[in-house]
């Protein structure tokens, strides 16, 4: 690892590793966020489709998940044990967040699962992460900021990006699990017939933020990965430090 890289964490949600929808998206996106570091086998549905495995290809290195604060690297007065220990905190005092039944849509260029209603308890959920986890974040690099630029941002989201390290936050924020890459107009029908085939079975439950994960990456070519897990409304953890 060079000595300048500091590990990164992310606060998502992601089903149980055994939920139907969780083993759907190994399958699509061939990778299992939860089996550790050093695990990346695309299983054999993806590793006979190249295509598939391009299309999928950043949905795939940051593992199936909805994003409630995007990646950040630990203040240096900081450690990811008392990141933990916040969040182990933080989930207990909340009860789960309601999601509702899903959607395959659009958005942009690309396909992802999102409400089918609007919640705005949603919302304010998302932005108390934010504003409570802060704390932990240090300043985006100046590399960082560069990149984050390449993206069209309007004035509001330019401005969040410098205050709180992501233009996606707040009146921003919109609940989605990514499923593609942008995916060319010509082969979109295509793609959501696959993705409705794989998908659509599943969308119906009265789905609900339930647990907070911790994912990690430890190094700039690493996947993320679920590194802990911890219970909305309990103080129980789901899953230890890989």
Same mark, same amino acid.
Not at 31 to 51: I, L, M, N, Q
Not at 104 to 130: E, K, N, Y
Not at 145 to 157: A, G, K, N, V
Not at 195 to 205: K, Q, R, S, T
């Given at each position: ?113 999102? /409400?089918?209603?609007? *919640?705005? $308890? ?10 409570? =986890? &802060? %704390? @932990? !974040? ?13 993206? /069209?941002?309007?004035? *509001?989201? $330019? ?10 936050? =707040? &009146? %921003? @924020? !919109? ?68």
């Amino acid at each position: 690892m060079p000595e300048s890289f500091s590990p990164r964490y992310a606060i998502y949600y992601t089903p149980a590793p055994d939920h139907p929808l969780t083993v759907a998206a190994r399958a699509w996106l061939g990778r299992d966020s939860f089996a550790g570091g050093a695990h990346r086998a695309h299983v054999e549905s993806v590793a006979a489709d190249p295509v598939r495995g391009t299309l999928t290809a950043a949905p795939r290195h940051y593992g199936f998940h909805a994003t409630l604060m995007a990646p950040f690297r630990l203040r240096q007065d900081r450690t990811v044990e008392e990141l933990e220990r916040a969040l182990r905190t933080f989930a207990a005092a909340w009860p789960p967040c309601p999601i509702g039944p899903l959607k395959i849509d659009m958005l942009g260029s690309f396909f992802a699962l999102v /409400p089918v209603s609007s *919640i705005p $308890t949603l919302h304010g959920f998302a932005s108390h992460i934010v504003e409570e =986890f &802060d %704390r @932990f !974040r240090a300043p985006l690099t100046q590399d960082e900021f560069q990149r984050r630029l390449r993206s /069209p941002l309007d004035d *509001i989201e $330019t401005t969040q990006l410098v205050r709180w390290g992501y233009p996606y936050v =707040f &009146d %921003r @924020f !919109r609940f989605h699990m990514t499923l593609t890459d942008q995916v060319p107009a010509e082969r979109r029908a295509d793609v959501r017939e696959e993705l409705d085939a794989i998908f659509g079975p599943l969308l119906l439950e009265d789905y609900a933020i339930d647990a907070l994960s911790l994912f990690t990456q430890e190094r700039p070519s690493a996947d993320f990965v679920v590194r802990s897990q911890f219970v909305l409304g309990s103080r129980a953890l789901l899953k230890e430090a890989v």
